[in-house]
């Protein structure tokens, strides 16, 4: 069983992950601030050649930004899992099990569910990929508070900290214009955003993935996408990311990108500030 263990560390005490993640990490060097990212060198993106293993990634950004989208996009093209803290607390929810109640209340008034039960969750979820033979990760949603980030960082040595943004306005629609398929499991939005440039900033333009006929019955809203909650969420997002954007711009690993539009402008660009541009065309060459 997934254990979380606590490390004492002069009068405080943090949470850690279980055991088995620790023996994951353990032979992995942390990674000095450098001028030059780290994770940027040409060719060796996928598997980092100095430090033998899969790339370890986290994605910030607001609700409603994309980091799901992006996240999992990157996942398949690196063959990384793409682990969403908050798929693992919609999971939790959808067990029935002892936590569901407690964590009902908190994610549908918006609220962040505790440090520890997050870590719980996310631990378990790490060591079940592991025994399957996983390595590497994109993170999408941890950490979301510096407590968070702490622990991470005391178990692992995270390479790269992407930043996805968009203005404001655009991310209530989003987020209320998303929709699931309870079938196949797909994201779509239904939104039209049109938000026009002002004050020397360009205007933003995404058309709405609209989802194929099959799925058209089948779709879901989240309970949490309300306009209130999607307000209560941003608020609380943009109190508790600060912190986390200065604690991994001090390390150098920080990458703040500003999402230009839609998935077909964003995705090569992405690639592109990742220097994965020529690797996704290496990819669908080899397949
Ligand atoms: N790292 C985390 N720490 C605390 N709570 C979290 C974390 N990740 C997810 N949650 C909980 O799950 C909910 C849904 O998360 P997520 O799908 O990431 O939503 P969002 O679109 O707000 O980023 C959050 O509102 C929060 O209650």
């Known amino acids: 069983m997934a254990s979380i263990v606590r490390v004492t560390r002069s009068s405080s005490s943090l949470f850690a992950f279980g055991t088995r993640f620790y023996s994951t990490s353990a032979g992995i060097s942390h990674a000095s601030?450098?001028?030059?990212?780290?994770?940027?060198?040409?060719?060796?993106?996928?598997?980092d050649v100095a430090k033998d293993r899969n790339v370890q990634w986290v994605f910030l950004g607001c609700p409603g930004v994309g980091k799901g989208t992006y996240a999992s996009r990157l996942s398949s093209l690196l063959g990384v899992p793409h682990i969403a803290t908050g798929d693992l607390?919609?999971?939790?929810?959808?067990?029935?099990?002892p936590l569901s109640q407690q964590l009902s209340e908190i994610v549908n008034q918006g609220k962040l569910v505790s440090d520890e039960i997050i870590v719980d969750l996310l631990s378990k979820r790490l060591e079940a990929g592991e025994s399957k033979g996983e390595s590497g990760f994109i993170l999408d949603g941890f950490p979301r508070t510096m407590r968070q980030a702490e622990i991470l960082g005391d178990v692992t040595d995270i390479d790269l900290v992407v930043n996805l943004k968009l203005p404001e306005e655009v991310l209530v629609e989003k987020c209320i214009g998303r929709r699931t398929c309870n079938q196949c499991g797909k994201g779509f939005n239904i939104a039209h955003i049109n938000l026009k440039g002002e004050n020397g900033k360009p205007g933003i333009s995404m058309d709405p993935l609209l989802p194929p006929p099959n799925c058209m019955t089948k779709l879901?809203?989240?309970?949490?996408?309300?306009?209130?909650?999607?307000?209560?969420?941003?608020?609380?997002?943009?109190?508790?990311?600060?912190p986390l954007e200065d604690y991994y711009r001090s390390k150098g690993?920080?990458?703040?990108?500003?999402l230009p539009g839609g998935i077909p402008e964003s995705w090569p660009r992405l690639l592109e500030a990742l220097r994965l541009d020529d690797y996704?065309?290496?990819?669908?060459?080899?397949a």
């Open 280 to 286: 996704e065309e290496k990819q669908s060459a080899v």
């Open 253 to 258: 690993k920080l990458m703040e990108f500003d």
């Open 89 to 97: 607390v919609r999971e939790e929810l959808a067990s029935s099990g």
């Open 33 to 47: 601030p450098s001028p030059s990212p780290p994770f940027l060198h040409g060719g060796g993106i996928r598997r």
């Open 220 to 242: 879901i809203t989240r309970a949490d996408d309300t306009e209130e909650v999607v307000k209560a969420r941003l608020r609380i997002y943009n109190e508790t990311s600060q």
